[in-house]
């Protein structure tokens, strides 16, 4: 099993870190019985942020489908695009 590029788990982790600080201010601010629409708000800046599943898969495709087309082994090719096609069906679906 092929790991995240340095560059692309750099940034994930700290696109996460920042997230994590999102969901915890949004958990303050119900405690907190901020305006419903700030909350919403926020909501949907942590929704926005996770779209680093992008970043995630992009990575993926670069590295780990890349090393299993130049290796030319079938098998690990199919698995590759088997797996893409079944987290995307998840993702999308």
């Known amino acids: ?19 994590e600080g999102q969901v915890r201010g949004i958990a303050r601010m119900v405690e907190e019985d901020r ?16 779209k680093i599943e992008e970043v995630i898969l992009q990575d993926h495709v670069g ?3 890349e090393h299993a087309i130049e290796s030319g082994d079938k098998d690990e090719q199919r698995k590759k ?13």
């Open 81 to 93: 695009v088997a797996e893409l096609v079944d987290v995307l069906g998840r993702v999308r679906g």
């Open 1 to 19: 099993m092929e790991t995240m590029m340095a560059a692309a788990k750099s940034s994930c982790a700290k696109r996460l870190n920042r997230i």
């Open 35 to 50: 305006y419903c629409i700030d909350v919403v708000t926020q909501i949907a800046a942590v929704r926005a942020a996770l």
């Open 63 to 65: 590295c780990c489908v």
